[in-house]
């Protein structure tokens, strides 16, 4: 078992022709994703050859659902056509939408949001690493030789941090069921409660690991969350102790505003809530270990 | 990004919104006489990226020209937090009668705009938020179909109780959320929204911040970035899509994503190192933002060490490590390395740093450590 | 019993200071119709004296519903705001809607028709006469002398028609469980198919009167309804046998397109789907007579 | 409201449709004007709110100014199925490839606005519809998004196959949208949007009808009206706020309700009258609207007879009898009335009747028989 994505998988990445996009298809092709459909306006008919098999090219997702089965979309396109191409895979019928783009407006977020919801799809990002659910499929930007097949769940709104942390678990033989990047901008559409949920109904998953950063309060509802509603043991990571309140350090949301949202809140949040909290990420071992 | 005071207002009188008139001086002379042509007494008031100008001496009342020149010359040139006023803003003074907030912002919770408005208006709506929560009124609006004339209504009705003044204030509500909506907003603010004896309503202040993701498509208002208000290294960065925050310490650090750059910094300190900055260079990657990358922090004089911290994705180690080499050509510095590359193409990355004679370390905590190690300079 | 409107109707008038809004209000109340409410902003705090009882104003339909527990709305503002009524009543709240203002663009209601679906509110019109449940309630502007207490639902996207079909059968000694006029514009918040299954389910109505008119399909998909899905007999009349094509018959959804929405046609659905016609209005007292 | 394709081409243009250029012309010599200042082959068009022109001989080709002022002057007063052009536009001639139809209108099934688009362009949609439906592919917007841009691709896929024809269709569509919204139209037509030997995409045609209830906010568009587009009784009974509508037969009618005038129109018929004309006074009644009525009716010379059926609802019975005598008073005709008045304050204005010396019944059916025996002369 594994959440969101699985060997049910088949996956149509939408701008398959572009530099990441055709880099990624590749890597998730060889990974052992089945990857069913490509999406390029205009290049519909065309066949993408970059991975070890021949994926047809579309010129809508509508398209690459009605021919080539597709029930999982991930989404590489540039800042200013991307809402546009998560709510066309909506609207196409696709079950789970992964945005890798970074840079979407918020503004578009808050329409792309309520549209997504309203065809009972999931969005996961955007601004997010995707989804890894290691020896089944891989969809998204994570590395896949970081990962491992074993019973931890990984969440994290951040990217290369996530990849350090499992990345130390798969080093010190303990892997994972699934790894979440949820991403890092204001409005995502799959948070940490989303997830957590998912994580704490699929029976292989023992322990997770939850990874957050300064701004909001979503930790601080995730937190809440874990104390009412899970059995299963979670360690929280928080990054950002050290950033300057009212900078947005890097991701839109990463900004603490005025006094809310700092590492400090987010961390006694974590405590009071029975999550272990790492002090720095090669802490994740140990902790992980003895939760198991 | 953050617009001046009075490019919220231009943008705000665009939209319909009832801003007095106002115009911007960048010498005591062009005050005084803005201060003529208006006649009575004017404010003039610093335009600095930083609240709290009230208190710093940047917004003074002038009865006369002579006095605006005189106000001018003082705020003009004067610093405010770290930043130094080069622009005031003249602008006649009202008759207020009551000051109200009104705002509205980008919520993560509801995925929505939320307005915020409050008949305590004229102060920090933080604080207003802190002691006395019940005296702010939250709307969410959807976006699907926009702020609508009965929730303006609803909001204004919890601002005035006089019919006119109510009529007026949701006038300003639906021009506020055109204007935060057409401009990108992440925040559009007005505080305070007064009344004036004679029972009209004004909006006085103003405050807008732009989503950053939104300029691509907003030219005009990326256009009203003003480069003195951010440190040249930052304005450099951005041009070549890096995020970059200077900071107090001495250990400059290159690292791809957010998180990472976040838990880079904060490793330094647990170790007892000092950051010099936050860096992220981002996702996709390209060597030209390395190379930028380093021209940035190497041009800091406080930096002691420069650490990469970099876990491959969507970046390419070997990207990373071609840009480190074509920068040391390009490039001259003293400075000392210590790198860390691990994930996509790790192997070739690596392979082509040590090529050119550089070791990178696979292990983010033993790369900190030394970082720390070589900044105290043991 | 009775369809959308009964005893337990608390009624709020949306625009009660306006000429008409006043005037019906008063009406409805001596009818009988438990009105708990006005609204006309700037007048909260306002009592209309109107009726025989005295009725708290309000600014907003809000507190309407929360001081005065409204739970059915009428709307009497001109038509440039008339949208924004009907929005403000679904936020506050309000179960059912009856918009009787004529004139709103029909773009308008392209927005409203989702908005107050998604709350679960009924819009019932606009430019429609409301609802009459003799003996119980009263709701828009159907003159209460006109009906009486019996066995038919009435339904009819007609305003004075439907009073004279009414009067008819209330002369002839048949009375009504309920009189609804679901409006004469293009886009309706309650079709004839809508009414027809809430007059099916209906135990005390035992024959329905289905008045339509030229314009679009709504007759024809009824007349389907009644086969497929009504134990009750149905008796028809279409208005407009002698309009001329391409031209707005008064109502904006009464205009014959092209070769389509004609009477010939409309009735010809009733006659195959077993719906007795009438050829003349005074044709409804023997045709219903012979129905119960 | 219809409008003529020159004012539907003047804002499709300010929308940024692909629209080439073209100016109305009311005399022959504006017409040779036009052709010379275009330079080529011109189209010579009527202006008129009628289908068909091209059959009647109102669209011709003019190989040079010469050609183009024979054509409007030819044109120019002719009778269109009873309408007389009074304009003609003169637009530069287009080498034609493919035609394809697109058309935006408010769908009353869905509820939304519904693009109806089809390889087959330049013919009667309403034809293709009948012979083969799928041949046009349909979309119905949801208003809370407005049209997407993936949707307008997916619209534009399905007429052209090449990616450069693709996208300028899916802007024009976005175009096409923006302009029926802003413009409050309850149609918008593009009929033929060509393409060119050369490749382009260009919208040669154009249709709109605007939505009456519109029109009190958009200004601009309402004074687009042509009232030499219809009849002058239309004009006026639309500024008196009624719905009136001309037939052949000699019974003038004044009804309140759409559904009742109708009603009784066929209940003319059905008794073997024949109804002069459809006129509705509509829900919320004046005294004024009556008096309108009546003089708009009494302005036809056809008319024998006037039939009231008023069944007081919103319209109230005495309100109508205080019209019929004041327009007694006021206007002069002598012409019978035969009078059918119940409902909301019947007793009131049955009695306001009596006291200046005219019956009224309450019977539909009796009323309509005696108009139509009045109407014979028998």
């Known amino acids: ?292 | 990004m953050n617009i001046h005071e009075y490019q919220a207002k231009d943008i705000f009188r665009d939209c319909g919104l009832p801003v007095p008139p106002g115009e911007v001086a960048t010498t005591p002379e062009d005050a005084r006489r803005l201060a003529e042509q208006y006649g009575g007494t004017v404010v003039v008031k610093a335009q600095v990226h930083v609240g709290g100008r009230g208190k710093a001496g940047g917004v003074k009342l002038a009865e006369n020209p002579g006095e605006a020149m005189e106000h001018a010359a003082n705020i003009l040139g004067m610093d405010i937090k770290g930043l130094t006023v080069e622009q005031v803003l003249v602008t006649p003074a009202e008759d207020i009668d009551t000051e109200a907030y009104v705002g509205v912002i980008v919520d993560r919770a509801s995925k929505r705009p939320v307005f915020m408005v409050s008949r305590e208006g004229g102060v920090d709506i933080e604080e207003v938020a802190a002691r006395s929560p019940e005296a702010i009124t939250r709307l969410a609006v959807d976006p699907r179909y926009g702020l609508l004339p009965f929730q303006a209504y609803w909001l204004a009705a919890s601002l005035y109780d006089d019919i006119k003044q109510q009529r007026a204030a949701a006038k300003t509500m639906m021009s506020l959320y055109d204007a935060f909506i057409q401009s990108g907003a992440s925040l559009a603010e007005i505080n305070p929204l007064i009344t004036t004896p004679a029972g009209e309503v004004k909006a006085i202040d103003a405050k807008m911040n732009i989503d950053d993701n939104e300029l691509f498509r907003r030219g005009a208002i990326a256009a009203m970035r003003d480069l003195s208000a951010e440190p040249p290294s930052e304005t450099k960065a951005r041009e070549a899509d890096l995020t970059y925050i200077k900071l107090d310490g001495d250990i400059g650090a290159v690292v791809n994503g957010a998180g990472l750059a976040m838990a880079t910094m904060d490793l330094i300190k647990f170790y007892g190192g000092e950051p010099a900055n936050f860096l992220d260079i981002g996702g996709s990657s390209s060597p030209d933002k390395v190379i930028a990358a380093l021209e940035i922090i190497t041009s800091d004089p406080a930096v002691k060490v420069i650490l990469f911290n970099i876990f491959g994705g969507i970046t390419r180690c070997d990207d990373v490590a071609n840009g480190i080499v074509t920068a040391l050509d390009r490039i001259n510095f003293e400075l000392p390395l210590v790198i860390r590359l691990t994930g996509t193409n790790e192997e070739e990355g690596v392979r082509i740093l040590e090529q050119a004679g550089i070791s990178a370390s696979t292990s983010m905590d033993e790369v900190v450590q030394r970082a720390v190690v070589v900044a105290r300079g043991e």
């Open chain 1, 1 to 292: 078992m594994a959440i969101f994505i699985d060997n049910d998988t088949r996956l149509v990445v939408q701008g398959i022709t572009g530099r990441d996009g055709a880099f990624h298809a590749q890597q998730m092709q060889e990974y052992g994703t089945n990857l069913v459909a490509g999406v390029t306006p205009g290049k519909g008919g065309q066949t993408f050859t970059d991975g070890p098999e021949p994926v047809p090219i579309f010129d809508t997702v509508e398209q690459a659902v009605r021919e080539a089965g597709a029930n999982t979309s991930v989404i590489y396109v540039p800042p200013m056509f991307a809402a546009d191409a998560i709510m066309e895979a909506a609207e196409a019928g696709v079950e789970l939408i992964v945005a890798i783009t970074e840079g979407i407006p918020v503004l578009d977020l808050t329409r792309v949001y309520p549209f997504v919801q309203e065809r009972g799809a999931r969005l996961l990002g955007p601004n997010c690493p995707g989804a890894l659910s290691p020896g089944k499929a891989k969809v998204g930007i994570m590395p896949g030789q970081i990962v491992t097949e074993g019973p931890v769940g990984v969440v994290s709104r951040s990217g290369t941090l996530t990849y350090e942390l499992v990345y130390l678990l798969t080093q010190a033989g303990i892997g994972q069921t699934t790894c979440i990047g949820i991403g890092g901008d204001p409005i995502i559409g799959t948070n940490f409660i989303d997830t957590l949920q998912a994580f704490e109904a699929d029976p292989e998953t023992k322990a997770v690991v939850m990874i957050g950063e300064i701004g909001g309060t979503d930790e601080q509802e995730a937190a809440a969350f874990v104390t009412a509603e899970m059995s299963k043991p979670v360690v929280g990571f928080i990054a950002g102790q050290t950033a300057p309140p009212g900078r947005r350090m890097g991701h839109a949301g990463a900004i603490i505003s005025g006094s809310a949202g700092t590492a400090e809140e987010k961390m006694q949040a974590f405590e009071d809530n029975g999550i272990a909290v790492m002090k720095r990420p090669s802490d994740v071992v140990e902790l992980v270990r003895s939760a198991l």
